[in-house]
């Protein structure tokens, strides 16, 4: 059996509670004989600035760099409001997407049955939906130069950001897509604006070009991004894999997200380039929450979303999709059962604390 390589690094505030909980499901899976893992842990956030003045230090990065996947908690927390700018909590998250060059952010949107009347749409519209958002993350309007405000002759001012995309950084998006497409129901949307930009020009290019090539067999359709964000609202359904640029990505994944539930339930992966020498791929896992400071350290964070960021490590980076599936189906049976922590209670249900979710999904296991 593979051992795979993880580093954990839980960060501040809930990132420690719900990281707990992983830990619990980790010794699980090995006690069963189920996979093996050599676990090391380190400092990010405000934790390690708390150590080392760094919101991440080097010997982590070395981690980060020697690890075949990283499971992050959280970062941030008011105790770190005053830090200097460049060693606040966030920077220690920024540095590890930056560094390890995390390209795509993928978002999954899954309909738990049990939550389906928590969404803000008609349940026969969410239930059983199942989109995965790959949103390219390091390109685009965020990072493109000129980025300024300048004063004008007239007292007006203008601001200026530049929207860049090269071909490579298209490419290698669209491949992550069309070949986690082939893991799931064969279908990509991409989403650009080739009717108003040059960079949704390229963008619908590349990706015909890059369809055309290596994956004809995956179904290919090019929405206008505010299209696609009617679509999102409209008829969730239709989508399996949708790939977009990272602003058009940043939008579109927060109104998929919402259509399935609480921030306490959404796990994210950020995957680099595989490497030509080991066939290996960077890659980050994180909730999409916060540290949430305001319920820290009382046992109430739910801990779905970060142990769905451990599903999603197996399948993507571990090859243990068989796992992944079954730590999903133990959250979904969870839920079914009643079990809710505070952020998704409703009416009836048997209301948890952080170590009773997890409880929960041990036993389910
Ligand atoms: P947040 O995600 O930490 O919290 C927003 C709201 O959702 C809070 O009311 C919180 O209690 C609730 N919530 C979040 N996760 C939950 C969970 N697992 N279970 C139950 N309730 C949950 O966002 P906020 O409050 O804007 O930021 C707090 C701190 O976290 C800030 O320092 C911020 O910079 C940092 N942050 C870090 C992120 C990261 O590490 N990737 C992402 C977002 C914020
Ligand atoms: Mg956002």
Known sequence: MATHKLLLLPGDGIGTEVMAQVKRVLAFLEQQGLASFAVEEDLVGGAAYDQCGLPISEEAMKRAFAADAILLGAVGGPKWANVPYEARPEAGLLRLRKDLQLFANLRPALCYPALADASSLKRELVEGLDILIVRELTGGVYFGEPKTITDLADGQK???????????EIERIARVAFELARTRRNKVVSAEKHNVMKSGVLWKQVVSEVHGADYADVSLEHQLADSCAMQLVRAPKQFDVLVTDNLFGDILSDVAAMLTGSLGMLPSASLGAVEELTGK???????????????????LANPIAMIGS???????SFGEGALADRIEKAI??????????????????????????????????
């Open 332 to 365: 979904a049976g969870v839920l079914a059962k009643g079990f809710r922590t505070n952020d998704i209670k409703s009416e009836g249900a048997t209301v948890v604390g952080t170590g009773g979710m997890g409880d929960a999904i041990l036993a389910e296991l």
């Open 310 to 316: 451990l599903a999603m490590a197996l399948r993507y």
């Open 281 to 299: 791929r960077r890659a980050l896992y994180e909730p999409v929450h916060g540290a949430a400071p305001d319920i820290a350290g009382k046992g």
């Open 158 to 168: 203008r601001a200026i950001d530049t929207q860049v995309y090269e071909s490579y």
